[in-house]
Nanobody
Framework: QVQLVESGGGLVQAGGSLRLSCAASGRAFSMYGMGWFRQAPGKERVLVAAIGRSSSNTYYADSVKGRFTVSRDSAKNTVYLQMNSLEPEDTAVYYC????????????????WGQGTQVTVSS
């Protein structure tokens, strides 16, 4: 099994930047695809970005494309989400998740989830 712990959330002003980290336990981290999801109050959880096991495959939602960058460091068992030019609409709880298939843009295929970290962007 994989345990995931997100960190790096906080309060920032619009236009600011934030980097989220997701630390993973287990020896099989490098074999899992990783995804970042977010959920705002009263809204559905949606995929923001995903990265494949080799880092060669990435996906970004249209709403964050060009502003967010997902990356991973296998040596540290950590996946990152660099968020730039933040907007109030980015306010949400952000979750990282692991997919045994190696890469996925489908929420239902993700097997393990972190506890989430709050990101709040003020206007």
């Amino acid at each position: 099994q994989v345990q995931l712990v997100e960190s790096g959330g906080g309060l920032v002003q619009a236009g600011g930047s934030l980097r989220l980290s997701c630390a993973a336990s287990g020896r099989a981290f490098s074999m899992y695809g990783m995804g970042w999801f977010r959920q705002a109050p009263g809204k559905e959880r949606v995929l923001v970005a995903a990265i494949g096991r080799s880092s060669s495959n990435t996906y970004y939602a249209d709403s964050v494309k060009g502003r967010f960058t997902v990356s991973r460091d296998s040596a540290k068992n950590t996946v990152y989400l660099q968020m730039n030019s933040l907007e109030p609409e980015d306010t949400a709880v952000y979750y990282c998740a692991a997919d045994r298939g190696g890469f996925s843009v489908t929420m239902s295929t993700y097997d393990y989830w972190g506890q989430g970290t709050q990101v709040t962007v003020s206007s």
